[in-house]
């Protein structure tokens, strides 16, 4: 068998980013890249690198996803993940979850250890704990930040005046319920050419208890399949859900087109059927990836053979 060059990208959210946010950003990213990128360059599965970065994301209160996720309407934490190997299809994902540290490593266990594919709430908490997840205190998710966040937002929409307390989740423009999409994901090819994909969030500011977006679902915002490519995305998730864009842009690439074509064209067609505005990292078997975003900035970085790479690109 010919071993292949391994390649890992991940995105850290797609949105109004202001110059504040970078520096965080690009840390965070930089961390996650040494995780997941050590596992590949030592012989590793890209399921294994995928896992390391997005948890390494997850502990990172820079995003929205783990501890320092937005909270719900009622100041809560409730966090999504999925994991999917390309090798075989084999997927895994928990959502509404308020006492996992990282769902990515509950999905994890799930795509391991159950013949199910998905599992919500209480559910999820006990299947992992039945598997060696401890279980912690919600309160240990939140971050003083998000709590007045929460509120500066919910008086915001009481009285009809615009919040200029937060803009997205840093900064000093106002803030509405999509101005911040922090969602994390991963998507690498392993030296075997085996792909996998990962995604991880804590959904939208003040949204309503059991609300789960497009991150944890199959299709929607994340996919893998060795025949096709491996896909994250970030965003708006009512629209990616309406359109199952993971599946529709790598089937793209599936069909012949580069993977930067498949990108570009996901979110061209985000936008002008829905309106809607995220961003996508795509990985295709040969190697080739796809990075677009319609948002004023998007956080992503790259590491391979050639070295690495960090980016807070402009839209």
Not at 4 to 15: C, E, F, K, T
Not at 23 to 51: K, M, T
Not at 67 to 91: E, I, K, P
Not at 117 to 130: D, K, N, P, Q
């Amino acid at each position: 068998m010919t071993l292949r060059s391994p390649i890992l990208l991940i995105h850290g959210g797609a949105w109004a980013m202001p110059d504040d946010a970078v520096a965080p950003h690009q840390r965070g990213i930089a961390n996650a890249l040494q995780a997941g990128w050590s596992i590949l360059r030592a012989g590793g599965s890209a399921l294994d690198a995928v896992e390391a970065a997005v948890t390494v994301m997850e502990d990172d209160e820079t995003f929205d996803a783990g501890r320092g996720s937005f909270l719900t309407s009622d100041g809560r934490v409730q966090l999504d993940a999925l994991l999917m190997d390309g090798a075989n299809l084999r997927s895994g994902g928990v959502a509404c979850v308020e006492r996992l540290r990282n769902p990515i490593r509950a999905a994890r266990l799930v795509l391991d250890r159950s013949p199910h594919v998905y599992f919500v709430g209480a559910g999820a908490e006990s299947f992992a704990a039945e598997n060696g997840m401890p279980l912690i205190d919600n309160n240990d998710l939140i971050v003083a930040r998000e709590r007045e966040r929460l509120l500066a937002f919910q008086r915001s929409q009481a009285t009809g005046q615009p919040d200029t307390t937060f803009s997205g989740r840093f900064g000093q423009k106002p803030a509405n319920r999509d101005a911040g999409h922090d969602t994390v994901g991963a998507v690498a090819l392993d030296s075997l050419g085996h792909l996998a994909a990962g995604t991880s969030t804590g959904g939208t500011l003040s949204k309503a208890p059991g609300r789960v977006g497009d991150s944890s679902l199959i299709g929607c915002g994340c996919y893998a399949d060795d025949l096709s490519a491996a896909v994250s995305l970030t965003g708006w998730g009512e629209p990616i859900m309406k359109l199952v864009l993971g599946k529709w842009a790598v089937d793209r690439v599936a069909s012949g087109a580069s993977a930067q074509d498949a990108a570009t064209t996901a979110i061209d067609y985000l936008h002008n059927r829905l309106g809607g505005h995220g961003g996508i990292i795509l990985l295709a078997p040969d190697g080739g990836i796809g990075l677009a975003h319609n948002t004023p900035r998007m956080a992503w970085g790259m590491a391979g053979s050639e070295g690495r790479q960090l980016g807070i690109t402009r839209n």
